[in-house]
C-alpha cells in the first residue's frame, strides 16, 4: 500500500507496480495520455451512429490536446444546426482557444456558447465536459473537472435536435445523413484520447470524478465511448464503440 501526493500532474494518472524476478518491485505514477493525432480536414473518424429525435440531456466529455489556438479544431460533431457540436476555437468570430459547445434545440435556433479559459496551444491534455438538459435549460462547460461557463439555453424547446437524420464525426464538422457522409469544412489539430456521450447531464461531482476515471464499458446511461489507446490511425480501422452504440472507422490516416 502507499499514500501519493504528486507535485502535479496532467492527464490521467494511475498508480503501476512492476516485479522485477525475485527482487522485489517498483511502484510509481504515470501520467501520461495516448491519442489519435488530427491535422487536416481529411483525417478524421466517421461514426456508424446517429441522432433522429430530440434529445432530452447529453453530457459529452473529451480529454483533448489542441495545438492550433487562432482557429477551430472540432472534437466531435453531429452537425451544429441539428444536434450539437463539441470543438476548441470557433468559426463565429469570437475570441479562439476556449471551448466551443453550439447546440440546436427542437425548434431550430441554435445557441452557440464560448468558454471562458484558454486550452489550446498550451501543449497540455485537457479534460473537456460539456452538457445540456431540459429540465434546468442550462448549458455547462468543464474544464478540468472544475466549473468554466453556465448559460441558459432552449428556453420553451422540448430537447435539442430538429428530427433530420445526422451521422456523427470526430475530427470533423458533420452533415452527414448516412454513415461516411458529408462533412463540414473544417478538421482539428490537435489529438484526441477519448470520447464519451452520455444521455444524462452529469452533476459537478461527476464530472470531477469522471476526470479520473474511465466508465464502465456498456455502463448505464453511457450511450457513446471511443477510445484510442490502441488505435494506430490507419485507414479505415474499425473503431469500437465501448457504450451502448455503434461503432466508427478512420478515414484518411491519423
Not at 165 to 193: L, M, N, Q, V, W
Request: net charge negative; proline share 1%.
Amino acid at each position: 500500500e502507499a499514500w501519493v501526493e504528486p507535485g502535479r500532474v496532467i492527464g490521467r494518472g494511475q498508480i503501476l507496480h512492476h516485479r522485477h524476478g525475485d527482487q522485489g518491485y517498483t511502484l510509481g505514477l504515470s501520467c501520461e495520455c495516448h491519442g489519435l493525432e488530427f491535422r487536416d480536414t481529411g483525417n478524421y473518424v466517421a461514426l456508424d451512429c446517429s441522432y433522429a429525435a430530440t434529445i432530452a440531456a447529453i453530457t459529452v466529455q473529451a480529454w483533448v490536446m489542441i495545438d492550433d489556438a487562432t482557429a477551430q479544431s472540432i472534437i466531435v460533431s453531429f452537425d451544429r444546426s441539428e444536434y450539437f457540436h463539441l470543438a476548441v476555437g470557433n468559426d463565429q468570430g469570437e475570441a479562439q482557444g476556449r471551448v466551443y459547445w453550439a447546440t440546436t434545440g427542437s425548434d431550430g435556433n441554435t445557441h452557440d456558447m464560448i468558454g471562458s479559459q484558454v486550452i489550446a496551444g498550451t501543449g497540455e491534455w485537457h479534460f473537456v465536459s460539456v452538457s445540456y438538459d431540459t429540465v434546468s435549460g442550462q448549458k455547462h462547460i468543464y474544464i478540468d473537472g472544475e466549473l468554466d461557463t453556465v448559460e441558459g439555453a432552449h428556453t420553451g424547446c422540448s430537447g435539442l435536435g430538429t428530427g433530420i437524420t445526422r451521422y456523427g464525426f470526430i475530427g470533423t464538422g458533420s452533415e452527414a445523413t448516412s454513415f461516411k457522409g458529408s462533412t463540414g469544412p473544417d478538421g482539428c489539430d490537435g489529438a484526441i484520447a477519448e470520447v464519451r456521450v452520455w444521455s444524462v447531464a452529469r452533476s459537478a461531482s461527476q464530472v470531477r470524478d469522471d476526470m479520473h476515471t474511465r466508465p464502465s464499458e456498456g455502463g448505464s446511461n453511457l450511450a457513446h465511448y471511443f477510445r484510442f489507446d490502441d488505435i494506430v490511425g490507419e485507414a479505415g480501422e474499425v473503431v469500437l464503440n465501448l457504450g451502448s452504440g455503434s461503432g466508427g472507422a478512420v478515414v484518411g490516416s491519423l
